[in-house]
């Protein structure tokens, strides 16, 4: 079936060190991906996606690409802020599949 | 620049009780979900609709019913709640089915407690 898989967190990072969360999937043929951000009290918000192989989805400094050969959709910052501290959730779809299958979620913590 | 808007945003509920979430969005899409989130699960599907008129069940539907009133509008019910459903709702649409890489919006989230 249809499945997401994200590292567990929380993640702890000081301001301006790099940022990597890990995301596989499992999917037959070819789903679109997505890394969404829900920021505390918020609902959901779309931050990137990607909607085919090798694509680079890219926002707000974060990128992730989609690499069908390791199933992953790594989600990437080159430096972080303290305003980046969040929950962020891989997802998934694919062709004929009427929702959207998500991650655990992963907590980022950013201090000063 | 509404979005998608749910009510209530906190709600207390005694056990037996029964309750409606709404949510209205106002950007004309066609599809509409409600999602419950619970620590350590991520988000999973309650119920969805793909266009006004159709409802279908997601993952985890026992215990709700839905009701796409028109294009706008798409209220979940509890109709006897459990505190197994305590959790956080959101709402969320989409222009089409999420299928062909449709973005997807959510609201903000109804906090939910059944005690």
């Known amino acids: 079936g249809n499945s997401v898989t994200q590292m567990e967190g929380p993640v702890t990072l000081s301001e301006e060190a790099f940022l990597t969360i890990n995301c596989t999937y499992t999917?037959?043929?070819?789903?679109?991906l997505f890394w969404y951000v829900q920021y505390p009290g918020e609902g959901l918000q779309l931050l990137l996606k990607a909607t085919k192989a090798d694509d680079k989805g890219s926002n707000k400094g974060f990128e992730a690409t989609y690499r069908k050969e390791t199933t992953s959709f790594h989600l990437e910052k080159g430096s972080v802020q303290v305003s980046d501290s969040a929950v962020y959730f891989c997802?998934?779809?694919?062709?004929?599949?009427?929702?959207?299958?998500f991650g655990t979620g992963t907590r980022l913590l950013v201090s000063p | 620049n509404a979005g998608v808007t749910q009510t209530p945003k906190f709600q207390v509920l005694k056990t037996g009780q029964s309750m409606t979430l709404q949510c209205a969005q106002d950007?004309?899409?066609?599809?509409m979900y409600w999602y419950r989130q619970d620590p350590g699960m991520g988000l999973r599907l309650i119920y969805y609709?793909?266009?006004?008129?159709?409802?279908d069940k997601g993952e985890v539907p026992n215990g709700y019913n839905v009701s796409r009133l028109n294009k706008r509008e798409f209220s979940l019910r509890l109709e006897s709640a459990a505190p197994s459903q305590t959790s956080v709702y959101f709402c969320?649409?989409?222009?089409?089915?999420?299928?062909?890489?449709?973005?997807?919006?959510f609201g903000e989230g109804s906090w939910l407690t059944v005690v």
């Open positions: 609709s793909a266009s006004e008129g159709t409802t």
């Open positions: 969320a649409s989409s222009e089409a089915g999420v299928h062909s890489g449709n973005t997807i919006y």
């Open positions: 997802a998934l779809t694919n062709t004929g599949f009427q929702k959207l299958v």
């Open positions: 999917a037959t043929g070819y789903p679109s």
């Open positions: 950007m004309n899409h066609n599809s």
